[in-house]
């Protein structure tokens, strides 16, 4: 399974991106699957998720400047990011946890990052 990301740049504050995460491979379906993020000299961060029936869970510092989506058929999901600040600077990773046949546990994947650079 691979999850290709895309979509980073660099950006003005108060500007937007949007990036992509498809993922592709042996999959039977995919129940999670989220964005992280990890700045310089700091953890791995929970960005946003959504399940496949479409529930959405957003970290705080979020403050509805962000919105995730998903498209079941093309297994993407997508992160629009909106009125970024100079903070949100960092790589952002796409994570999915797959299943590859029925019955089968559930197998966490993660994305190469992409990075998101905001200049004040």
Request: hydrophobic content about 35%.
């Amino acid at each position: 399974v691979q999850l290709q990301a895309s979509g980073g740049g660099l950006v003005q504050a108060g500007g937007s991106l949007r990036l992509s995460c498809a993922a592709s491979g042996s999959i039977f379906s995919i129940n999670n699957m989220g964005w992280y993020r990890q700045a310089p000299g700091k953890q791995r961060e929970l960005v946003a998720s959504i399940t496949s029936g479409g529930s959405t869970n957003y970290a705080d510092f979020v403050q509805g400047r962000f919105t995730i989506s998903g498209d079941n058929a093309k297994n993407t999901v997508y992160l629009q990011l909106n009125n970024l600040k100079p903070e949100d600077t960092a790589v952002y990773y796409c994570n999915a946890d797959i299943t590859h046949m029925p019955g089968w546990g559930r197998i966490a994947y993660w994305g190469q990052g992409t990075l998101v650079t905001v200049s004040s």
